[in-house]
């Protein structure tokens, strides 16, 4: 005997039509992130990714179409070109005109020929730290470093497969989270806190240590675990001149340009806006680099700064497409569930800060494009409760850099593609020391903050 049919009630039938779609929003969103982490893996170019994965957000999120990509996607994607190519495009600049000149070349050497080969996971992340903190862009530190760590890892029989982790390593510890950094990390925080470059020193720089060290244990369990299973014999020399078919700029000279990048910061902090600060020093660096280098790069200037500033339009490309996809992300329905699961959270400003940047960073696929929606969106929000806008300011770096190296983050792609390691033998260093190690350590950091800046 069949079972009578209840008749719904048009309420509760409403009700189920709400939560129907309220899910197939949440779904859009989630494959939507699948499929710009699956088009990123497989190389395809940073625009056509977010926009297909920002159609996918507007279709089941029911978005007028033209609105989603014409106003907020555009419109995103604008205002981050507007608002940050004066520091991207110049530090790519500098960067290139560092390379060109055989400056960042003539550092790196004199690092690893002070710390030797055999340290050659030492070495690298000196390299990597300098680099980053003298405002070398991260999507050209790679280029500079890969030849010479090349090298010194095949000659300490070190595996391919820390090449990227050990990079990053550097790059953490020379980045946003020291006071002073022209990282655009460490520049955007102030456009929201009210903060300057050199906000809560002591703090940033407590957590770059203790995020350095942990990774640097990690990556040495996997050189003596490398060893055990595949046993080294020692070569020859340290001797790394090989390395260079030039005699190139001195090291005092080629460590001045970024000395200068640095000291216009500091003298600048207070009484210029931070971004008008960081470019006005990345000039600078970028005049003083051609002085000293000007025998090295003679005659190619024109050259050098063509492919600085092409290098810089790639790299603002591809971030500001991030940029748009979020725009759009922020805009969907589904956006505001998860806004309401982080200001949900029963915790403290600074841990539910912590949190929720690393869910954005997630879902957008961008450290940066997570900074932007976040302090837009919730920002102001932690401010109104008392939390201290320095801890805020360094707390977002550690955040920002936490789940922004999952697959589908187009430097992570680049970085291996260049070094030639496939993903699967690359990628599990990178996951560790960027986004394990970096996210664990934000939420001690967190709770550390609620200790030495009170809430209130």
């Known amino acids: 005997m069949k079972s009578p049919v209840v008749p719904t009630k048009p309420g509760q039938l409403q009700i189920q039509k709400k939560e129907k779609k309220k899910m197939t929003e949440v779904i859009g969103?989630?494959?939507?992130?699948?499929?710009?982490?699956?088009?990123?893996?497989?190389?395809?170019?940073?625009?056509?990714?977010?926009?297909?994965?920002?159609?996918?957000i507007i279709v089941t999120n029911s978005m007028n179409i033209w609105e989603g990509i014409g106003t907020h996607y555009a419109s995103s994607f604008a205002a981050f070109v507007g608002a940050y190519m004066f520091v991207i495009?110049?530090?790519?600049?500098?960067?290139?005109?560092?390379?060109?000149?055989?400056?960042?070349?003539?550092?790196?050497?004199?690092?690893s020929e002070v710390v030797g080969s055999k340290r050659a996971i030492l070495a690298t992340v000196i390299m990597a730290a300098v680099l980053t903190y003298g405002g070398i862009s991260g999507?050209?530190?790679?280029?500079?470093?890969?030849?010479?760590?090349k090298y010194l890892f095949e000659k300490a029989g070190l595996p391919k497969s820390l090449y990227q982790g050990t990079v990053l390593v550097g790059m953490i510890a020379g980045s946003s989270l020291i006071p002073y950094s022209p990282e655009i990390y460490n520049v955007m925080p102030t456009q929201y806190l009210g903060t300057t470059v050199a906000s809560a020193p002591l703090f940033g720089i407590s957590i770059a240590v203790v995020v350095t060290v942990v990774n640097m244990m990690y990556l040495k369990y996997e050189e003596r675990k490398h060893f055990k299973l595949h046993p080294f014999v020692?070569?020859?020399?340290?001797?790394?001149?090989?390395?260079?078919?030039?005699k190139g700029v001195s090291f005092i000279a080629a460590i001045i340009p970024m000395v200068v990048v640095i000291g216009t910061i500091v003298v600048t902090t207070g009484k210029?806006?931070?971004?008008?600060?960081?470019?006005?020093?990345?000039?600078?660096?970028?005049?003083?680099?051609?002085?000293?280098?000007?025998k090295e790069i003679r005659g190619g200037v024109?050259?050098?700064?063509?492919?600085?500033?092409?290098?810089?339009?790639?790299?603002?490309?591809?971030?500001?497409?991030?940029?748009?996809?979020?725009?759009?992300?922020?805009?969907?329905?589904?956006?505001?569930?998860?806004?309401?699961?982080?200001?949900?959270f029963k915790f403290n400003p600074y841990l539910s800060e912590v949190i929720g940047l690393n869910i954005i960073a997630g879902i957008t696929g961008s450290g940066t494009a997570g900074l932007k929606i976040f302090f837009e969106t919730?920002?102001?929000?932690?401010?109104?409760?008392?939390?201290?806008?320095?801890?805020?300011?360094?707390?977002?770096?550690?955040?920002?850099?936490?789940?922004?190296?999952?697959?589908?983050?187009?430097?992570?792609?680049?970085?291996?593609?260049?070094?030639?390691?496939?993903?699967?033998?690359?990628?599990?260093?990178?996951?560790?020391?960027?986004?394990v190690v970096t996210t664990i350590a934000s939420i001690l950091a967190a709770l550390v903050a609620t200790l030495i800046y009170p809430i209130g």
Request: charge should be negative; proline fraction near 4%.
């Open 29 to 56: 969103m989630l494959l939507a992130i699948a499929v710009l982490i699956y088009l990123t893996y497989k190389g395809v170019d940073a625009l056509i990714t977010s926009l297909v994965a920002a159609a996918i």
């Open 89 to 111: 495009i110049p530090g790519a600049l500098f960067g290139q005109i560092m390379q060109e000149t055989g400056c960042a070349q003539s550092i790196a050497y004199k690092i």
């Open 139 to 149: 999507f050209v530190i790679v280029f500079t470093i890969f030849p010479i760590q």
């Open 234 to 246: 020692e070569t020859n020399s340290d001797d790394i001149s090989e390395l260079s078919d030039k």
């Open 272 to 294: 210029l806006d931070p971004t008008d600060s960081v470019f006005l020093a990345l000039v600078m660096g970028c005049v003083f680099a051609i002085a000293f280098g000007w």
């Open 302 to 344: 024109v050259k050098a700064c063509s492919a600085g500033l092409k290098n810089g339009s790639v790299a603002l490309i591809t971030v500001s497409a991030m940029i748009g996809f979020s725009g759009v992300v922020t805009a969907a329905p589904a956006f505001q569930k998860f806004v309401d699961i982080v200001i949900s």
């Open 378 to 435: 919730l920002g102001q929000h932690y401010l109104d409760l008392g939390a201290n806008a320095g801890a805020m300011h360094r707390l977002s770096q550690i955040a920002g850099m936490g789940l922004n190296t999952l697959p589908h983050a187009p430097p992570v792609i680049m970085g291996l593609t260049y070094m030639g390691i496939s993903f699967e033998e690359g990628y599990k260093a990178t996951f560790v020391t960027s986004v």
